[in-house]
Nanobody
Framework: QVQLVESGGGLVQAGGSLRLSCAASGRTFSTLDLGWFRQAPGKEREFVAAIRWSGASPYYADSVKGRFIMSRDNAKRTVYLQMNSLEPEDTAVYYC?????????????????WGQGTQVTVFS
């Protein structure tokens, strides 16, 4: 079992930055591929970014590519999402998720563990 707890959300003006964190406990963190997803009101949950257990090869949704950076620190059992040049369209609840079967994908249905989410609101 893995427990994930996100933090770092908040209210920010368009063009600003936020850094989300997700701390993990339970199952060996360093063996898990991880993802960030988001869900805006009235919309489906959508993929944001994913990263391998080693920290290699992060990849991003086209909507955030070049603005968001995903990283992890296995020693601290924490994954991060640095969000720059935020836009009102980025407003959503952001979730981190863990994939114990190494699918390393953008399909939220294949992730096994989820945090409770953290709200990000970007105003213009």
């Amino acid at each position: 079992q893995v427990q994930l707890v996100e933090s770092g959300g908040g209210l920010v003006q368009a063009g600003g930055s936020l850094r989300l964190s997700c701390a993990a406990s339970g199952r060996t963190f360093s063996t898990l591929d991880l993802g960030w997803f988001r869900q805006a009101p009235g919309k489906e949950r959508e993929f944001v970014a994913a990263i391998r257990w080693s920290g290699a090869s992060p990849y991003y949704a086209d909507s955030v590519k070049g603005r968001f950076i995903m990283s992890r620190d296995n020693a601290k059992r924490t994954v991060y999402l640095q969000m720059n040049s935020l836009e009102p369209e980025d407003t959503a609840v952001y979730y981190c998720a863990a994939d114990r079967r190494a699918f390393y994908c953008s399909n939220y249905g294949l992730y096994d563990y989820w945090g409770q989410g953290t709200q990000v609101t970007v105003f213009s």
